[in-house]
């Protein structure tokens, strides 16, 4: 993959994100990161918050929560990278949130997935039809489906389309003060 690749805005406005070597990685803000290899717990309240009516506040703590050590089933092979784009925001997915992709699961019908198409990775829902043929669908209205060759031949082909990887999670920012800096 070229510089110029990973430098296409339009790449970055559909929710692609792009992996190369070491003097593409300056201009790309949605590398793959690897997790950090020490879990670094926080606080975990014994009481669940309520999103519908309050109630009674409590001082109680369950102890420490490890984000690694609870979401992540295999850590040596799942990453992180952040999204550029908005082609996802209809599943919850936007610009800027950071998500858990883990290479070891082989991708399932309605999975989102990171698949590279061309060279560039991209974040879509995998859709496989009755006829064996899939497509990658964005969530949002304004960008197409992108075909893929038929669904027993999604690991790889001649055309430069195979998955990267499943997203397990999606980190979305509540507060803009607190962001990772990437």
Known sequence: MSDSACSNDSAHRNGSVCLGSSTETRS???L????????RPIPHALEAVHAGFPSVAQDYFNGDFSLDENLIAHPDTTFAVT?????????GIF???ILLV????????HDVVIAAVNGEL???RLLIRADGMSVLHPENPSYPDIALP??????GDADGTCMWGVV??????????AHFKV
């Open 122 to 124: 991209t974040v879509k």
């Open 32 to 39: 793959p990161r690897p997790l950090s290899p020490a879990p």
């Open 168 to 177: 397990i999670g999606n980190y979305h920012w509540q507060c803009s003060r």
């Open 95 to 97: 610009d800027g949130d």
């Open 83 to 91: 999204v550029a784009g908005d082609s996802m925001t209809g599943c």
């Open 150 to 155: 038929r669904a027993d031949d999604i690991d």
């Open 102 to 109: 883990d290479r070891s699961l082989t991708p399932q019908n």
């Open 28 to 30: 790309v803000r949605g």
